[in-house]
């Protein structure tokens, strides 16, 4: 599928991305975005924020008596947010997911909710995946970054993920089917030091190859985690897809882990800011981008909204 992005415009998008999201204000020239989100059910428009190129006058919105001093405002430029095709981000309808640069597009609809999921088959090669064309989505990362706790949370069980974990299939490419119409699709981890060095190779060379021919993929997200700083391994990663133009989402994980700035440490979405600068030489356009937290369940009914524009759009075209 083909993915529009925005023209330059001389703005920008603020977003607030503590959790919960505590405070959000608008302040003119910037647009805003943050609301909270917990429930799977909710409606699309508590999952987002309008976008407003027109603000009203410095306006406080207080969710939780939390103090000011927690609020974390990033600002994106707007040719930096991910607009889904046939999308206008100029009417005053226009919404943005939390914690994210998504753009909501007409393809996010009710079918986001997870019903039904399925452990389906364990591969090892592309053409031995499943051949029923429904359209899918791979996570992958490096070993320990939080995949799993995320597939559990994305589909709200407890041990799904378990299964890809079992012996022989952590390094399978491992097919989840969701109410019976799209794949999560689990693929090895990378940069597991005990592995020996053969075989890490040939897991690369399998994934790569899915990455390249899987027809059915619609988008690989990259899992990274934003509790700390860049890992040269992903950037390779990421630059790899970049190059080889495989659609990515990327998904920062364990952005609840919050380390105190005297210590030295960084914020998530200082930690996001810095990989998303040093891969942007490998990208014509930023990539869509969500922080989540399998924890707080941060990002988990956005990431669903964003697989289900995506999917929408694919299956139409
Ligand atoms: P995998 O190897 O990528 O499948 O990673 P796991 O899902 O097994 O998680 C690795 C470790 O990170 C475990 O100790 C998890 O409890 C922890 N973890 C995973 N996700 C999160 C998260 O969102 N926040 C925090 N604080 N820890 C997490």
New binding site residues.
Partial sequence: MSINYLPKLPTHLSIFTSQPPQVFRFRPPFFTAALPSTAQDKPISNLSSTITTSPPSPLVYTHQNLPLSEETQIEIPIEKLFVPPETDVSSETARILKGSNIVLSNYARDNSLVKDAEFVKSSVKTEDCPDEGLPEFALV??????????LNSIVRRKKL?LTS?KPGKTQCINHFRINGSWFLVDLP?YGYAAAPETSRTDWDKFTKDYFLNRSTLVSVFL?IDG?IPAKKIDLEYASWLGENKVPMTLVF?????RKKTRHGGKKPEENVQDFLELISAYFQEVPPWIM????TNQGRDEILLHISQLRNYWLKH
């Fill in positions: 990362g490096r070993s320990n970054v939080g995949k799993s706790s995320l993920a974990k981890g899992l509790s994980t364990k952005c609840d882990k989540t937290s399998s924890i």
